[in-house]
């Protein structure tokens, strides 16, 4: 499994920028496919993942209403679409795999990683 990411950039706060992960061809409608984020000196942090099998979704609070994940099984790619974007929303974003559901898409289901995309919000 293979995982690309890209649409990173800087963005002014209130701004909006649209992340794509694209996978390579394995049996992507069978997996949970994730959004995580790392800003320097924290640890990486779940943002949103979807089900590519039957779409559910989940948002950490602080991205709820303003991020919305999206996939797409025909182009074996998902996409987070980030509005409002605030300063504490800076951070390297991953998209990561996993084989199975889970309603909190905790960190330790995700086995394969992209190389990340670097989002920076300014002021």
């Known amino acids: 499994v293979q995982l690309v990411e890209s649409g990173g950039g800087l963005v002014q706060a209130g701004g909006s920028l649209r992340l794509s992960c694209a996978a390579s061809a394995f049996a992507f409608g069978d997996y949970t496919i994730g959004w995580f984020r790392q800003a320097p000196g924290k640890e990486r942090e779940v943002v949103s993942c979807i089900s590519t099998v039957d779409g559910r979704t989940y948002y950490r609070d602080s991205v709820k209403g303003r991020f919305t994940i999206s996939s797409d099984n025909a182009k074996n790619a998902v996409y987070l679409q980030m509005n409002r974007l605030e300063v504490e929303d800076t951070a390297v974003y991953y998209c990561?795999?996993?084989?199975?559901?889970?309603?909190?898409?905790?960190?330790?289901?995700?086995?394969?990683w992209g190389q990340g995309t670097q989002v920076t919000v300014s002021t």
């Open positions: 990561a795999a996993a084989a199975v559901w889970d309603s909190k898409c905790p960190i330790g289901y995700f086995g394969s």
